[in-house]
T-cell receptor, first 114, second 111 residues
Framework: DVKVTQSSRYLVKRTGEKVFLECVQD?????MFWYRQDPGLGLRLIYF???????EKGDIPEGYSVSREKKERFSLILESASTNQTSMYLC?????????????FGPGTRLTVT | GQQVMQIPQYQHVQEGEDFTTYCNSS?????IQWYKQRPGGHPVFLIQ?????EVKKQKRLTFQFGEAKKNSSLHITATQTTDVGTYFC???????????FGRGTSLIVHP
């Protein structure tokens, strides 16, 4: 079974703090994704990575950056957290980055920025 | 990203009633995926449809891909409380190869 884990289930940070969200997958997948999920808005893609050190912007990359130094690990960074970044963050991995491949999601991190 | 409309946003049903959610696009889709997210859980892949007019079944769930590959539906027969959750479609079309998720349909089943 593919396992995708995220470093925290719940996180509370203050405005202006630098926040790191970590995601690890154990299936040797090339591709990893970061989404945010907000009520009524579904899942919106922030960034994805198709290889180590490779990244592509998704639909809402503003205010975020990512890091992929190892194949199994994909980090989402909020350089200076703001209250409008309060959300559920979901990481996913897949064999390929196109719609032809099933995505496996982690349990999510619910981030609150106060 | 690719625009996809998913309707309805919410659906309340009595246990035993049927349920359908629709995913509609203005452009031709290459394929479509469906995911289910239980309350408090994460999205889990259900199925992928690729061919025009394709119909696939998983027990009480029936998935259809339109003939023009611009829409899809997920139909649940005789809902059970275990069907509660949010159902998402994910699509890509034309030159966009990255999946875009619909906003989801939340199914509430009343016992």
């Amino acid at each position: 079974d593919v396992k995708v884990t995220q470093s925290s289930r719940y996180l509370v940070k203050r405005t202006g703090e630098k926040v790191f969200l970590e995601c690890v997958q154990d299936m040797d997948h090339e591709n990893m994704f970061w989404y945010r999920q907000d009520p009524g808005l579904g899942l919106r893609l922030i960034y994805f990575s198709y290889d180590v050190k490779m990244k592509e912007k998704g639909d809402i990359p503003e205010g975020y950056s990512v890091s992929r130094e190892k194949k199994e690990r994909f980090s989402l960074i909020l350089e200076s957290a703001s209250t409008n970044q309060t959300s559920m963050y979901l990481c996913a991995s897949s064999l390929g980055f196109t719609i032809s491949y099933e995505q496996y999601f982690g349990p999510g991190t619910r981030l609150t920025v106060t | 990203g690719q625009q996809v409309m998913q309707i309805p946003q919410y659906q309340h049903v009595q246990e035993g009633e049927d349920f359908t959610t629709y995913c509609n696009s203005s452009t031709t889709l290459s394929n479509i995926q469906w995911y289910k997210q239980r309350p408090g859980g994460h999205p889990v892949f259900l199925i992928q449809l690729v061919k025009s007019g394709e119909v696939k079944k998983q027990k009480r769930l029936t998935f259809q891909f339109g003939e023009a590959k611009k829409n899809s539906s997920l139909h649940i027969t005789a809902t059970q409380t275990t069907d509660v959750g949010t159902y998402f479609c994910a699509v890509a079309s034309g030159g966009s190869y990255i999946p875009t998720f619909g906003r989801g349909t939340s199914l509430i089943v009343h016992p």
